[in-house]
């Protein structure tokens, strides 16, 4: 039986997670239909595209996951059913940090302003580092799906009627697990790397524009906040996500916590979430389909209550 305070975290999370399915679907769907227009795929399309769609399946696994973790915890620790979940996890959280920082290096290379020559290069070969990115996701997977054996999951099962556990299992699960995201984590460094490099280069902007006595906001300096915004907000929700991520792999020492796990659940959830709906309102395209749909709906209303 739930309390309360879980009843309205779980309700929390469930509403993010519609959220989240209607944003990433929504992006998927508007970018898959201007590529059928044009009969042509560019590389940022490509990008939303793969983003969106391991958002998508993220959420529902984040959610099953979660549903028979709390409901049904009996059957999530017997039979292989945990190790298939995070086979499918591992899969759709890499692809959707590495498509993410993807369309973080492409904002970066069509925004940012250096004159160094390998920036230059990397400029001029956009789709090439998209598709190197791409290639080395199937290499972090093979590197990931070894650690992916949670021998402490069995043991907490075969002891969960006493209170001792030992202090080798602990430090062997949670270093199973950081071995688990260390993937993901060299690729959130990546990223941070990145918004360290635009901010430089907004800040070089602004600077010219003072030294030019220009006292208007010129369409570069709009592209590098906007760009910027988008990075930030990847960032900080992605460390939520991270933390998230942390609180429920530390409940699995502690099973009986259900509150613990899911507040883990509702921080975890901001991210596909958050992040998406972040790109719509910041993508011209995208937010420009997003009031064509919203005025539609308003429409339709008008009329049934008519």
Known sequence: ??????????????????????????????????????????????????????????????????????????????????????????????????????????????????????????????TKIFLLLMGCLPISWLFTFPNIEIPFFNDTMKNRNTTWLSTMQESGYFI????????????FVLCLITCFLLITSLWRHNRRMQLNATGFRDPSTEAHIKAMKILVSFIILFILYFVGTAIEISVGAVPENKLLFIFGLTTTALYPCGHSLILILGNSKLKQASLRVLKLLTINDYKWWE
């Open 176 to 187: 199973n697990h950081i071995l688990f995201n260390i993937g993901t984590l060299l690729i």
């Open 1 to 126: 039986m739930l309390t309360i305070v879980e009843g309205l975290l779980i309700f929390v999370a469930v509403s993010e997670s519609v959220l989240g399915v209607l944003g990433n679907g929504f992006i998927g769907l508007v970018n898959c239909i201007d590529c059928v227009k044009n009969k042509k795929i560019s590389t940022l399309s490509l990008i939303l595209i793969g983003l969106a769609s391991s958002r998508f399946c993220l959420i529902w696994i984040i959610i099953t996951d979660a549903y028979v973790r709390v409901f049904s915890s009996d059957m999530y620790l017997s039979g292989d059913l945990i190790q298939y979940i995070a086979y499918l996890w591992v899969i759709m959280n890499q692809s959707s940090v590495w498509f993410a920082t993807s369309l973080s290096i492409f904002y970066f290379l069509k925004i940012a302003n250096f004159s160094h020559c390998i920036f230059l290069w990397m400029k001029g070969h956009i």
